[in-house]
């Protein structure tokens, strides 16, 4: 076997261990005191429209934490983490990265609404627990993009 054969191996091993360390609990256990103190760190919640004319492409105070996007005319949901949340959330409507299916459902003209915690301060380690208690909180049981 070729020496750069063994590298490949070794990366795609190291890749899917930290996948599986990442992949933690499915954030269903979450408490109802748990919700309640997620709901009171929420940070912004507005519509689509007004995310986009807020915050532009080059938003300059940006955070680490995660998101909930809210489709209020099909009632479907998208729970998300990043490490620069505002541009994340701005690439997704505008068709870039996650579903596309959001940004098709915002060019048609259905109402959303997001919803952002900050990492900082929220009382989670990462931004996948953030991300699954947020879920937990605003779209377990309900459709899913």
């Known amino acids: 076997m070729e020496p750069w054969m063994w ?3 070794v990366v795609a091993g190291i890749v899917f261990l930290v996948f599986l360390a990442g992949r933690g609990s499915s954030g269903a256990s979450v408490s109802e005191a748990e919700k309640q103190r997620i709901r009171n760190t929420l940070v ?3 519509n689509k429209d007004t995310f986009l ?4 492409r080059n938003h300059r105070n940006d955070f680490e934490g995660a998101f909930v996007i809210h489709n209020s005319t099909q009632q479907k949901w998208f ?5 620069q949340v505002h541009y ?3 690439e997704i409507f505008t068709g870039n990265i996650g579903p596309s299916e959001i940004c098709r459902d915002a060019s048609a003209g259905d109402f959303f609404s997001v919803r952002i915690v900050q990492l900082a301060g929220s009382g989670y380690n990462d ?3 953030l991300q699954r208690a947020l879920k937990a909180t605003y779209a377990a049981g309900k459709k899913q993009y």
């Open 7 to 9: 590298v490949v191996l």
């Open 44 to 46: 912004e919640k507005m």
């Open 53 to 56: 004319l807020r915050y532009p």
């Open 79 to 83: 729970a998300s983490h990043a490490s």
């Open 88 to 90: 994340a959330i701005m």
């Open 127 to 129: 931004r996948g627990q």
